[in-house]
């Protein structure tokens, strides 16, 4: 696992401004509601498969074939705020189009790697996600991989 500061000014201010235009364009996804404990947040087991977004952590949680997982917004290339496609069941990048599978598979496009997964754990009916700890599929594959919940 990394060390990760989503606090750094760039970053988050970026995508806190392109979180705006995500959230026009991905309607039918759900929006997060968090506990946040330090840099953990504590989301409800998602019912159903879907997408949901925690604006404030830039957080993407999706639940999917009894799997949940929890993404970075951001784009793996430069940062910029992936959107979910649902009549395509898959992630898109707006700026260069790469593309990823509901798991943060990398599909196609400028990208290099997979969605960054954050460290998640299931503790009773709750999904803990730990925003200070994310791991990038092409320097710690078998983290990356190791980084889900079965339902
Ligand atoms: S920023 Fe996403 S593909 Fe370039």
Known sequence: MTDHCFTCGSRRQFLSQALGIVAGIARPVREAIA??????????????????????????LVRHQMR?????????HQNTALKWLPKDGRFQCPKHDSRYQP???FVSGHATRSMDRFA???????????????????R????????RVDL
Request: hydrophobic letters at 50%; charged letters at 25%.
């Open 103 to 105: 798991d943060g598979a």
């Open 68 to 76: 949940a997982y929890a993404f970075a917004l951001a784009c793996p």
């Open 120 to 138: 998640i754990r299931k503790e009773s009916d709750a999904l803990v996600v730990d925003v200070a700890r994310w791991v990038q599929s092409d």
């Open 35 to 60: 506990v946040a404990s330090g840099s953990e947040r504590r989301y409800p087991v998602p019912a159903a498969d879907g997408v949901t977004i925690d604006r404030g952590a830039q957080v993407v």
């Open 140 to 147: 710690e594959p078998a983290d990356w991989a190791a980084a």
